[in-house]
C-alpha cells in the first residue's frame, strides 16, 4: 500500500523568501507524484505532477518540484513567495498500474507573512 | 469551460435528516470520486466510481451512499447513520488512467445543527 507523510503541517515564511515543502512517499511500486493546491473554501487544484522523464518537474504560479527515488521524496519549492500563495498544500500519489485511486497526504499550510 | 459543479455551496441539515450533495462534470471523465476534508486530517475516500452503474466503498463509506446513473452525475447522500457528518465535501473527477491528475468541484459545507 501506499502513503504519503508531509512532514511540516505549518510552514510561517516572509513575502519574497524561498520555501520549501516536503513530501515523502512510501510504495512497493513505481508512481506517478502531483502536488494540489487549496485556498480557503475552494476545490483543489492541481499544481504539477511528475509522471517519468526529467526529475525535476516546472508547475504553476512558479512553483517546481523534484523527484528523488533513492530518497522517495517530492519536495515542492519556489524562490520567492507571494502574499497569494497562502494556502493548504497536498502532496499526492498514485500506483502506476493503477492510477485512478490517489493517495493523499495530510497537507501543509503556508502562511506567508507580509 | 469544462468543469466540476457541486451543489449547494452550504447546506444545514438537522439530526436524524438525509441530504443529498450533488456532483456534475461536464469533462467526460469516466471516474468520479467523493471526499471528505475535516480539518487538519487531509481528504478522505469516501465512495468512487470508475463507470456508469458501479460504485466502490472508499475508506470511510460507512453512513453515505451514492449512485451513478449518467456519466455527468455522482450524487452523495449523507444518511442518518453518518455520526458525524460536519465536514467540508469535495468531489473530483478524472479520465479512467488518472494520471493527468484529478478535477475538483469547489465543495460542500454541510453543517449539521
Known amino acids: 500500500a501506499q502513503s504519503v507523510t508531509q512532514l511540516d503541517s505549518q510552514v510561517p515564511v516572509f513575502e519574497e523568501a524561498p520555501v520549501e515543502l516536503r513530501c515523502n512517499y512510501s510504495s512497493s511500486v513505481s508512481v506517478y507524484l502531483f502536488w494540489y493546491v487549496q485556498y480557503p473554501n475552494q476545490g483543489l487544484q492541481l499544481l504539477l505532477k511528475?509522471?517519468?522523464?526529467?526529475?525535476l518537474v516546472k508547475g504553476i504560479n512558479g512553483f517546481e518540484a523534484e523527484f528523488n527515488k533513492s530518497q522517495t521524496s517530492f519536495h515542492l519549492r519556489k524562490p520567492s513567495v507571494h502574499i497569494s500563495d497562502t494556502a493548504e498544500y497536498f502532496c499526492?500519489?498514485?500506483?502506476?498500474?493503477?492510477?485512478?485511486?490517489?493517495?493523499f497526504g495530510p497537507g501543509t499550510s503556508l502562511s506567508v507573512i507580509p | 469551460d469544462g468543469g466540476i459543479t457541486q451543489s449547494p455551496k452550504y447546506l444545514f441539515r438537522k439530526e436524524g435528516q438525509n441530504v443529498t450533495l450533488s456532483c456534475e462534470q461536464n469533462l467526460n471523465h469516466d471516474a468520479m470520486y467523493w471526499y471528505r476534508q475535516d480539518p487538519g486530517q487531509g481528504l478522505r475516500l469516501i465512495y468512487y466510481?470508475?463507470?456508469?452503474?458501479?460504485?466502490q466503498k472508499g475508506d470511510i463509506a460507512e453512513g453515505y451512499s451514492v449512485s451513478r446513473e449518467k456519466k455527468e452525475s455522482f450524487p452523495l447522500t449523507v444518511t442518518s447513520a453518518q455520526k458525524n457528518p460536519t465536514a467540508f465535501y469535495l468531489c473530483a473527477s478524472s479520465t479512467t488512467w488518472g494520471a493527468l491528475g484529478y478535477t475538483f468541484g469547489s465543495g460542500t459545507r454541510l453543517t449539521v445543527v
Open positions: 466510481s470508475q463507470i456508469v452503474n458501479d460504485f
Open positions: 499526492a500519489v498514485t500506483m502506476k498500474t493503477s492510477s485512478d485511486k490517489v493517495i
Open positions: 511528475y509522471l517519468s522523464g526529467s526529475t
